[in-house]
């Protein structure tokens, strides 16, 4: 069975395009969980353009609290642990030690990129990642690495002792909008990757523009323990909500 994490990043984006608090980041991260999510990503920046500090403290004591009746509930933290400090913004390190996830997702994302759409180069960042991913891991959270489906790089993260990886599956998207001859040398390279780390003992996520097209085909290479799925959620939400949304205003106007 493969858990599936909501990312609220793009509820907050909407959030933050008004004044106030709609829509409430809590609310939809209780609809999520209420709905068979079985936990909730967050990738705080250093510019919250989206998620704001204050949605990680407030999502870490919710999740915190329906833990009391749902223990297998999973609060993951993504973020570049590069990313300096700033005024408003202490650092993803900062934030994790704070609010104790049970996961810690690392990404090597700019502070002025769009998304993320690239994994670890452990030969540039593993020297540099290796006392922050111990630090972690010593306060109890998984550590997880994002990463291209690359044996090379799997095999640096098993030495630096990594609990998880997270495949970046934008590739794979992109093969599946494709060709088929692409999306089986697609699927054949990330089965492979997938493969090598459980051998390693590395468990696998997989996450970035998965969507309820290409979402079962994916998860056919078996071993991935984790979906986080934010954008393409949202955008499904949209689309199979906003008509019933639309019928329901018009009502409301006509019947007066």
Sequence with gaps: ?????????????????????????????????ESGADGLTVHPR??????????????STFVNTIKKENPAIEFNIEGNPFAPALKDYPGLLKLISDTLPEQAT???????????DHGFD?????????PIINEIKSQGIRCCL????????IE?????????????????????????????????NYRE?????????????????????????FL???????????????VDALLNGYKRTILDYSKLCKDQ
């Design 156 to 188: 640096l993260a098993h030495k630096l002792g990594i609990d998880r990886i997270e495949l970046y599956t934008g590739p794979y998207a992109a093969s599946y909008a494709t060709s088929q001859t692409d999306l089986d040398a697609c699927l054949k």
């Design 46 to 59: 250093p510019d919250q353009r989206h998620i704001r500090v204050s949605d990680v403290y407030d999502l």
């Design 106 to 116: 690392l990404v090597p994302d700019a502070n002025d990129q769009l998304t993320s």
């Design 122 to 130: 452990l030969t540039k960042d593993g020297e540099r990642l290796a």
């Design 146 to 153: 994002f990463m291209d489906p690359d044996l090379t790089q």
């Design 193 to 217: 990757a997938t493969e090598y780390a459980i051998k390693l003992g590395i468990g696998v996520n997989a996450g970035h523009d998965l969507n309820l097209n290409n979402l079962a085909q």
């Design 220 to 234: 056919t290479i078996g071993n991935i323990s984790e979906v986080s799925i934010g954008h393409a959620l949202t």
């Design 1 to 33: 069975m493969t858990a599936l994490s909501v990312n609220l990043n793009k509820i907050a984006l909407l959030r933050n395009s008004r004044d106030g608090d709609n829509p409430s980041v809590i609310d939809f991260a209780n609809m999520a969980i």
